[in-house]
């Protein structure tokens, strides 16, 4: 084996970076499975729980339900629990998970029992499994447990088995984000016995449970189906570390599967039988339906988006098409999306007159896999072909009378010109009748036409009448080409009308999303483009939309857009908070805030969020999957110039704070150099006159000291602020720094005792000794003028770890509450600060110290005054020996 066939595979050790940085910046979730309640799954939560309180996290009990289980219940004893939220629901209170507390009080591990568990009306989400995603996705650990027969994919191998609908279930994405699953496993046989001991169920619910789902037939397979399901999310991490070290591997795979699904009850069957094979694979899978010129009842439709909703809960990828051929379009998309297994539903009975669509793939599909599987729906009545079907099974009565009534005319005008014209005539007729029919009627209705009228042609018209024989073999051939011409023209121009139906409605979507990205995008007046786009997308969906569009320090406005055509009730607007916090859709059609009356999409681009936008439908409509996909697009639109309109924004901004803080620096460097030479004359001046005695001498010197340190503080402003301070580190003595930043500020330290603590040891350092004592003594200088006098000013030098730590603490009033961070702004006065002073000196000092990889604090000390913490990484004398090489005597 080379080299290169060892090493670790650099997009495997990609993944699993990307993997482990979203994980830092998520909560994670820990799972607890069993096989069925009873098994011990909230027992063995606890336990952990516990256990992890003992090592000192903070543990909370978010919900716990105990079903009067004393054993479970004294394991509660000990941890804090979270009460619950209060929720009015028909006369009734209701008792649920309060969500809102949970973040508030964000523990380090939370305990959220009954993962599948459905929330009571009122609630924020509908489900507690959107619960816990809230709860990841704010940074959160979450405990939780959950039978296997709630798992979405799992739910038609349940109901095969135990006969019983799940009626609660989670999406399997929610297990990819596992942390650890824990498998708690028992016995059927210790299972049953704690039934017949009454520790899993109670009174009747027991008796019931022990005859219908608790049976040991039931349980054994639940069992098996709990291992298989465990043993499937081992594989698939063994098979990561496989992959990252390369190791050669029997299941290695690079297969693709698509179902294809269509307004049927089998589709989510369907779709969850591919999760469950796509799954053990560990492999990509699609879910494909075809759009075809048949219109969908509102069932069909409510059909088709729940099952399309549930592939995107369950991770697929979801494709759609146009075609009247199901088997054409379905191959396309698996040859262009290279998918190596088809998935369709099995017929339930096999048609000689009539292909089935699992047939027509397989002949077909060439060298594409076809997987026909057989589903389960909860009606007996409907097929399994019905899942995706090239027909319109439902019978137009209305146009089949219009085709007859057609055929009558024609036969009727035929009659009446037949004298004139010959029977050759009425045979052009009648084709013009197809023709005509074809423009307004379905397929079905012009085919029959299309019999009618050349049996009609036959019977009526061509000799001898009222007969159906022929006896011209011309008349014959004329008859069957008729009847050839006939069938063919009622078909090809009814499905060229079908499509041209089908072509108008995607050219109306594509030219409403033109509309909306011109009006927004290219329109001078940004106000007037946002409302051209809202009007489009109104008129396009016959709605009502509203547009709330982000502050610039990323807050929601109190209003929506005056570009609005309605505007939201106070209820909405913690609806349209929570899609913005959150970036998914909420609201109407959704599962989370679901009361409300519209629903919310975010304005999300690939870098940022911009707002919601709002989509209030008449109360009788219905969002289905294509509308929203279409409210999507129009959303990114309308983000995506936003953004871009903040990026131009924020640009001319950015370029006048630049040119203002150029001249600023500029302004200051030429001011304080001005300055400098008048003061130094002032200072020779009265060191001229050599009279320290004299108060007007002592008064002027006093205001040039003051001076000049405010020209000194300008100086080091502008020199921090153009990054020309370089450290220039040399060995120096600790006690120098102090006793030189001591002395620099003698004047304004009179009257405060300093008391410094420093140990010998930290005798020789390597640093900049002339920044470091800047900085200090313009800590003292601050702490001199913001004390009263004779407090006392204490500085305590240590070095732990090439660490020297400096702390400067006062005895005055400290820091003002929220200010620790604001003291080290430029120009920043605290409320009540004497005369005079620039604001300079605290700035100048944290940026002296960055300058040099160090930092300064600050924060109030708890017996009160405010402490100034100096910290930078330094060598010592006896480091120093250590590094350098010993040189020869």
């Not at 998520?26 to 309180?53: D, I, N, S, W």
């Not at 075809?290 to 009842?297: D, H, I, N, Y």
């Not at 990323?554 to 909405?572: M, R, V």
Request: with cysteine; aromatic share 6%.
């Amino acid at each position: 084996m080379s080299q290169d066939d060892i090493r670790p595979d650099p997009d495997a050790l990609l993944a699993q970076v990307q993997r482990e940085e979203h994980a830092e910046r998520t909560g994670r979730l820990y799972l607890f499975l069993g096989m069925c309640p009873g098994v011990g799954k909230t027992y063995a939560m606890l336990e952990a729980a516990r256990q992890r309180q003992k090592e000192g996290l903070n543990v909370l009990v978010g919900i716990v339900e105990t079903h009067g289980r004393h054993e479970t219940a004294a394991l509660l004893q000990g941890l804090p629990i979270l009460p619950k939220q209060k929720l009015e629901h028909r006369g009734h209170t209701l008792e649920e998970f309060d969500l809102d507390a949970a973040l508030q009080q964000r523990p380090d591990l939370l305990l959220v029992d009954e993962l599948a568990h459905t929330n009571a009306p009122g609630s924020r989400h509908a489900k507690r499994y959107q619960d816990v995603f809230e709860l990841l996705d704010a940074g959160i650990d979450v405990c939780t447990t959950l039978n296997v027969q709630h798992i979405e994919s799992q739910v038609d191998t349940v109901r095969q088995i135990s006969g019983v609908n799940i009626q609660e279930t989670v999406p399997d994405s929610i297990l990819d984000r596992a942390q650890e699953i824990q498998l708690i496993d028992l016995s059927v046989e210790k299972l049953l016995q704690r039934m017949a001991e009454g520790k899993v169920y109670m009174g009747e619910r027991a008796e019931w449970a022990s005859t219908n789902f608790f049976q040991k037939g039931n349980l054994t397979a639940l069992r098996e189906l709990a291992l298989r399901f465990t043993a499937e999310q081992v594989d698939r991490s063994l098979e990561d570390i496989r992959r990252q070290r390369r190791v050669t591997s029997p299941w290695k795979t690079h297969a693709r599967l698509m179902v294809g699904i269509g307004p049927s009850p089998y589709a989510e069957s369907l779709i969850r039988w591919t999760r469950r094979a796509a799954n053990r694979l560990g492999c990509p899978w699609v879910v494909s339906w075809v759009e075809t010129s048949r219109k969908l009842s509102a069932a069909e439709q409510d059909r088709l988006t729940r099952a399309l909703g549930l592939a995107r809960r369950l991770g697929a990828e979801i494709i759609s098409t146009t075609g009247e051929n199901v088997s054409e379009s379905l191959l396309r998309i698996a040859r262009e999306r290279n998918v190596t297994q088809i998935v369709v539903g099995k017929p339930e009975r096999v048609s000689i007159l009539r292909q089935s669509l699992a047939d027509k793939l397989i002949a077909d599909s060439g060298d594409i896999d076809v997987c026909v599987v057989r589903p389960f729906a909860p009606g007996p009545s409907v097929t399994a072909e019905s899942a995706l079907s090239d027909d319109n099974r439902r019978i137009p009565v209305a146009e089949y009378a219009w085709a007859g009534a057609l055929t009558a005319a024609a036969g009727l005008l035929s009659w009446m010109a037949l004298p004139l014209t010959g029977y050759v005539f009425s045979a052009l007729l009648f084709l013009l009748a197809i023709v005509i029919a074809s423009l307004r009627l379905s397929r079905g209705p012009v085919l029959v036409m299309a019999g009618l009228c050349a049996l009609s042609w036959d019977y009526f018209f061509i000799p001898p009448h009222f007969t159906l024989h022929i006896e011209q073999p011309h008349d014959l051939l004329m008859f069957v080409m008729f009847f050839i011409v006939a069938i063919s023209m009622g078909h090809l121009t009814s499905r060229l009308r079908q499509r041209e139906e089908a072509e108008r409605r995607r050219l109306r979507q594509t030219s409403a999303l033109l509309r909306v990205t011109q009006s927004a995008a290219l329109t001078v007046e940004t106000q007037a483009g946002l409302k051209a786009a809202l009007t489009t997308i109104d008129e396009l969906l016959g709605a009502q939309t509203a547009l709330i569009v982000r502050e610039l320090d990323h807050s929601l406005p109190k209003a929506a857009h005056k570009a609005s055509s309605f505007t939201p009730t106070d209820k909405e607007w913690g609806v349209i908070a929570w899609s913005y916090e959150n970036r998914q859709p909420a609201g109407r059609f959704t599962t989370t805030l679901p009361q409300s009356g519209a629903t919310w999409f975010p304005l999300q681009t690939a870098t940022s969020m911009m707002g919601v936008l709002g989509l209030a439908l008449p109360e009788q409509a219905s969002l289905d999957f294509t509308t929203r996909q279409t409210v999507e697009a129009f959303a990114l639109q309308l983000a995506l110039v936003l953004e871009k309109e903040h990026f131009i924004q924020a640009a001319s901004h950015a370029e006048v704070l630049e040119r203002s803080e150029k001249l600023r620096r500029t302004l200051l460097d030429s001011v304080s150099h001005e300055l400098k030479t008048p003061l130094a004359v002032m200072h020779a001046a009265l060191e001229g006159l050599n009279q320290p005695s004299n108060p007007y001498v002592r008064e002027m010197n006093t205001a040039a000291a003051r001076l000049q340190r405010v020209v000194d503080h300008l100086l080091h402003i502008t020199r921090i602020e153009s990054s020309v301070v370089e450290p220039r580190r040399d060995w120096c003595e600790v006690s120098e720094i102090l006793d030189e930043a001591k002395s620099s500020v003698s004047d304004v330290l009179t009257g405060h005792p300093v008391k410094i603590s420093a140990p010998e040891e930290l005798t020789l350092i390597h640093a900049d000794s002339v920044l470091l004592s800047q900085v200090l003594s313009n800590i003292l200088h601050n702490a001199a003028i913001y004390t009263p006098t004779r407090t006392v000013i204490e500085i305590d030098a240590r070095i732990r770890e090439n660490v020297l730590r400096i702390t400067v603490r006062d005895h005055g009033p400290g820091l003002p509450e929220g200010a620790e961070s604001k003291v080290f702004e430029k120009f920043y006065r605290a409320p009540g600060s004497p005369a005079g002073g620039t604001g300079l000196g605290l700035a100048i000092a944290r940026g002296l110290m960055r300058a040099q990889g160090g930092d300064l604090t600050a924060h109030n000390h708890p017996e009160g005054g405010a402490v100034f913490v100096m910290e930078l990484a330094v060598s010592t004398q006896a480091h120093s020996q250590m590094l350098e090489p010993s040189l020869p005597a």
